[in-house]
C-alpha cells in the first residue's frame, strides 16, 4: 500500500443522510474524513437523538467549518459557537445544532473505526 494518497468526497466510500443533513464519508487508510453539509433547524436532539438514544452526543468531534455556524453546548454547560474558518474540539455529552439560516458546511478527522451517533442513522 502506497503512503501517499487522496480521495474526493465526490466519490465518497459512505454518504448518510440523517434528517437535515448530509454526510459524504472517504476512508484513508487508519482515518477517515468527513464532509457535513447541515442544513438550517438540524439539530443533534431532534434529528440524531431519537434514532441512537441517550441524552446527548457521546462522540469527540475534530473538525472546521468552512461555512455557517455551528452552536455546541456541553452537559456541564459549556457553549461554542463554531463559525466560518474555525476549528473545533467538541467533547463527548453536548448537543448541537445550526445556529441561523446558513446552510453549515463542515470536515470533521476521525480514527477509522470509529463511527459518529449522526453516521449511524442512514
Do not use: R
Amino acid at each position: 500500500m502506497t503512503s501517499m494518497y487522496k480521495k474526493s468526497f465526490e466519490d465518497a466510500d459512505e454518504v448518510k443522510t440523517p434528517p437535515k443533513a448530509h454526510v459524504s464519508v472517504v476512508k484513508l487508510g487508519d482515518m477517515n474524513a468527513s464532509k457535513l453539509i447541515l442544513e438550517p433547524g438540524w439539530k443533534w436532539s431532534e434529528c440524531i437523538q431519537p434514532v441512537v438514544g441517550g441524552d446527548s452526543c457521546q462522540a469527540g468531534h475534530v473538525g472546521v467549518i468552512v461555512q455557517g455556524k455551528l452552536m455546541c453546548v456541553h452537559n456541564d454547560g459549556t457553549q461554542v459557537l463554531a463559525e466560518a474558518e474555525d476549528a473545533y474540539y467538541f467533547a463527548p455529552g453536548h448537543d448541537g445544532w445550526v445556529e441561523g439560516d446558513e446552510t453549515v458546511i463542515a470536515y470533521e478527522i476521525v480514527g477509522a473505526g470509529k463511527d459518529f451517533g449522526p453516521w449511524k442513522t442512514a
